[in-house]
């Protein structure tokens, strides 16, 4: 699956928040959006799923118009996942998990077998298992997030699209969630997500894409950050990306 965006413009009224993207996601890649507050990064997230109309240009899957699908069948190719929210209600998570298929089922229609199984699988994909039985509200907020991407994972989608998944998370739990997404998309699935980390970029894409003023400024591979001042024009100081002992990349500001 390939999502392909051509020339997207957006504005609010009359201030233009995205100026002529142009960004393709192909599958088992891990995409990451860097930039500051205003730069367009939430935007672009909700323009893919189709929650906002742009004024320009094209977002295809397979070379179909994302806009001519009807709700149910985008659903089928990609999942948005907003941040971190806490339940209104006490769900347990396998019930949480569950509400996923509803995109799959008819208006009157109760889930089945068939999603209970499902439900399953998603639990052992995501290693949830032992929170499964217990509360939204009894759990971290890391596994909180995993159960959100489980519950995508319900409809069939193979794009994940994740705004801000580590925001308000321990740097344990926002490890544990892009490390969890990086084995799916290990598995097939593609994920473009926003974050405010550039070093979570490092470590967990195939690809970082640099946003300033609502234009792409940089779409490229993270090693190809070394020695590029890309970042230090971002976020207007100095900083250095490195390469540790251990072969992983680091950001070293000044």
Do not use: W
Not at 32 to 38: A, E, H, R, T, W
Not at 128 to 155: K, P, T, Y
Not at 242 to 253: D, F, Q
Request: glycine fraction near 8%; charged fraction near 25%.
């Amino acid at each position: 699956m390939t999502l392909e965006i051509k020339d997207l413009s957006f504005s609010y009224r009359d201030k233009q928040v995205l100026r002529s993207i142009n960004l393709s996601v192909k599958e088992g890649e891990m995409i990451s959006l860097l930039g500051k507050n205003g730069a367009g990064k939430t935007t672009l997230l909700r323009l893919i799923p189709g929650f906002l109309r742009s004024d320009s240009g094209s977002i295809t899957i397979d070379k179909r118009p994302v806009g001519e699908m009807k709700l149910r069948e985008r659903a089928g190719y990609m999942a948005y996942i907003p941040q971190i929210t806490r339940s209104v209600f006490p769900y347990s998570v396998r019930t949480s998990i569950l509400m996923g298929c509803s995109n799959r089922l008819s208006l009157m229609q109760a889930p089945g077998k068939r999603e209970e199984e499902k439900v399953q699988q998603m639990i052992e994909l995501l290693n949830l298992q032992e929170i499964a039985g217990r509360n939204m509200d009894n759990i971290s907020g890391g596994e909180r997030q995993l159960v959100l991407v489980a519950r995508a994972l319900m409809q069939d989608a193979r794009l994940l699209i994740l705004d801000e998944p580590t925001s308000f998370l321990d740097y344990s739990n926002q490890l544990l969630v892009l490390e969890k997404v990086g084995d799916l998309v290990r598995k097939g699935y593609s994920c473009i997500y926003s974050t405010h980390n550039p070093e979570l970029a490092l470590m967990h894409s195939s690809r970082v894409v640099a946003m300033a003023d609502g234009t792409i400024v940089y779409d490229d591979k993270p090693e190809n950050l070394m020695g590029n001042d890309v970042l230090s024009k971002l976020y207007g100081r100095t900083i250095s990306i490195v390469r540790t002992e251990k072969g992983s990349l680091a950001c070293i500001p000044e």
